[in-house]
């Protein structure tokens, strides 16, 4: 009777963790969760449980020792941290102002556009306040809005429509005044 235990079909069976492993590896990503049923398995990559996870880019050091995923202003005097594909000519600029940052609050997909032929959700000089969409990223063939939670005007979009991003990576910069 054991053994007929055993060959069982269950919900995640080893093709199936092999598969998940490997879509995990093709977009880079630290953790997938998934419940069937009274059945769940969670598969994390190492480097993803050390919170938060961190794009592939250097950061300078930075006083501040907590970790926001809304828009906060860097300290002044250091340099913001650098998003990859940032622009070479807007990165000095950024780091000289004290401009805002809006991050992903989730692993996914930027997405600029609500639909390929809408126009974009805010270019740079927009105008915008907390309640402003200004994305979607999407996780799961879900389209999940990310709005500003602050005011100003867009200064600089960090990362390009399609882009994967981590959570934390910097999307807008915003000019507070």
Do not use: W
Request: glycine letters at 6%.
């Amino acid at each position: 009777m054991a053994d007929d235990k055993r060959d069982a079909p269950r919900p995640f069976d080893v093709k199936t963790v092999e598969y998940l492993l490997k879509l995990m590896t093709e977009h880079d990503l630290g953790e997938v969760d998934l419940t069937e049923g009274e059945q769940r398995i969670r598969l994390r990559k190492r480097a993803a449980m050390v919170a938060p996870p961190a794009a592939p880019v250097a950061y300078a050091p930075a006083p501040v020792a907590h970790v926001a995923p809304y828009p906060v202003a860097h300290a002044p005097g250091a340099p913001a941290p650098v998003s990859a594909p940032a622009s070479a000519g807007a990165a000095p600029a950024a780091a000289s102002k004290n401009y805002l940052e809006i991050k992903s609050p989730m692993v996914g997909t930027f997405y600029i556009k609500p639909d390929p032929k809408k126009p974009d959700f805010v270019t740079v000089g927009a105008k915008i306040n907390a309640k402003t969409v200004v994305c979607t990223i999407e996780a799961m063939k879900t389209y999940n809005p990310v709005t500003a939670d602050c005011a100003g005007t867009i200064a600089e979009i960090c990362v390009q429509s399609g882009d994967f991003v981590e959570f934390g990576t910097v999307l807008f910069r915003v000019d507070p005044s």
